[in-house]
């Protein structure tokens, strides 16, 4: 038998559960933490499809959808030009190479070669120094492991900013001809080790490697 009183009680609590009251409850389950434990008669494989079903029920979001594959588009050589933001003090020219990307064999060279031209005592900045044209150069690897560019940033004025960017490329010109000195390629490895030496005791670098 059931009682009257009990059962006009219970159509009150179905009519006062409306889906705004639900809903919010709902959020506040989902927005956490929430901690879920799960006893099963079946074994491990029953809990965790009961939690599945669970965590999608408080979390619901799509399928796994498989991430698009990108090809690596072809580096085509050319001269590219932007527009910087208005009152910018100088004009900027960025010359750069296809090099190794990290990991490939050949990346070594890359950041030897970085250090020789950028940095302390870098070749880059040495050659506009050598002219009377006020720029200043530095010198960087950008990119990751699938593709990667030696990056020479040149800034100038903009009525110096040719000047300076021919004169960074008649460096690399006599580089890939002649090559560096025996003691501007001693000093970049030193340079490299030292950095290397340097990244080693960087924590964010250590939990990297």
């Known amino acids: 038998t059931l009682d009257r009183s009990s059962a006009a009680s219970d159509v009150y609590k179905r009519q006062a559960l409306s889906v705004a009251s639900v ?5 506040s389950l989902a927005s956490g933490p929430l901690r879920m434990a799960l006893l099963a008669n079946g074994g491990a494989a029953q809990a965790t499809a009961a939690f599945l079903q669970a965590d999608h029920w408080l979390a619901p979001r799509a399928g796994a959808h498989a991430c698009p594959v990108a090809s690596d588009s072809a580096i085509r050589p050319g001269h590219y030009e932007v527009d910087l933001p208005s009152g910018a003090d100088l004009s900027q020219a960025l010359v750069a190479a296809p090099v190794a990307a990290r990991g490939q064999p050949g990346r070594d060279l890359a950041e030897l070669a ?3 031209l950028g940095g302390e005592r ?9 002219t009377p044209v006020p720029a200043t150069a530095s010198a960087r690897l950008l990119g990751g492991a699938r593709s990667a560019a ?3 940033d040149v800034r100038a004025p903009a009525s110096a900013l040719d000047d300076a960017v021919t004169e960074v490329k008649a460096l690399l010109a006599k580089l890939a001809q002649d090559g560096p000195s025996d003691p501007s390629l001693d000093f970049a490895r030193t340079k490299k080790q030292r950095a290397d030496d340097e990244a080693g005791f960087d924590p964010r670098a250590r939990l990297v490697k």
């Open 150 to 152: 030696l990056v020479i």
């Open 114 to 116: 970085a250090h020789l």
């Open 23 to 27: 809903t919010s409850r709902w959020q």
């Open 122 to 130: 870098g070749l880059a900045q040495a050659a506009l120094d050598k």
